[in-house]
């Protein structure tokens, strides 16, 4: 008897038969693409200090979070000293130590905020042998902003874009809209610096709920001009807690070349909560956010055609072997 006189054989290939060429490398690219790529992470930790960094388990979840990404851009640090910052880059290296040649390494900006008890800096944590730094700027025009932009240009041979901008913003919630608007004047600073228009903006714009709302659109520049995408739509929810449901986190990329080297649909909130099967109650403690993340496409081109040949070469075989039944 054939393998394919079989009752279950015969009834899977009829229905693969009704499946177009087109459906079928689709569905077989899914099984082999999987979870690559390269992840560029955002997440407002709330008030992460040495105090925070000394609790077990925030240090265990925060180590967690971190070590999924390949970058990931931490805001609401007060750790002016680097304490706190050091004691989770030994915690998340420990965790990924048997990647030698992928060791986490972080970059600062200066502290800021509008009184002593609320500076705050932007951290962005980075695995060194993926990624290297190779430019720093701190946008300094005066009362543009409560928490200025650090932006840092990044160099990787590992993605397809290989040289790309973050620009980080945790907005003061009552100038949300004018400061997410003024992103554009920095847009325009590191663009010239760094002759790049692949530029990201990342972070807690709290671009959603009472502190921007569909009308205030018109008066934001990465609105109103072309060129700018916004990945995290306005109708999810990147809050933890059960009484807000609100899209505060948000990336925002410039131009479809950068665009292009996005892995689409990759850009999404990261529930920890749920993935962690973690209370409400200690995600808290962490913070009141969700991280939000995108992945960008390898630059492994030879990797990439491979299983693109074969994925054809199966996806030939397949329609041969149904069209002659």
Known sequence: MDACDLPDCKDLTMRWRFLPLPLLLLLLSLLVDGDSGFRICAYNVDNFNLAKASQRSVLHTLTRV?????????????????????????????????????????????????????????????????????????????????????????????????????????????????????????????????????????????????????????????FTRAGFSWLIRDKVDTTVGEHTNCA?????????????????????????????????TRALDVSDHLPVEVRLKSSASLLQAIPLLILISVSAIVQYCLSAL
């Open 66 to 222: 971190v070590a999924r990404c390949d970058i990931c851009l931490l805001q609401g640090v007060k750790d002016p000293d680097g304490k706190a910052i050091q004691k989770l880059l030994i915690s998340v290296n420990r965790a990924t130590q048997r990647y030698e040649n992928h060791k986490y390494k972080e970059v600062s900006s200066k502290s800021h905020g509008n009184s002593p008890a609320d500076m705050q800096q932007y951290v962005f944590i980075y695995r060194s042998g993926m990624v290297n730094v190779t430019g720093k700027h701190q946008y300094e025009k005066k009362n543009a902003f409560v928490r200025a932009p650090y932006a840092v240009q990044f160099q990787s041979d590992k993605t397809a874009i290989k040289k790309f901008v973050l620009v980080p913003l945790h907005t003061d919630p009552s100038k949300a809209v004018q400061e997410i608007d003024r992103l554009y004047d920095v847009f325009e600073e590191v663009r010239k610096k760094w002759n790049n228009t692949n530029v990201m903006f990342l972070g807690n714009f709290h671009a959603s709920c009472a502190y921007m709302t569909r009308t205030n659109k018109k008066d934001i520049r990465l």
């Open 248 to 280: 505060y986190d948000r990336i925002v990329v410039y131009g479809k070349p950068f665009l292009k080297g996005i892995t689409p649909f990759s850009a999404i909130v990261f529930n920890y909560v749920k993935e962690f099967k973690l209370s409400k």
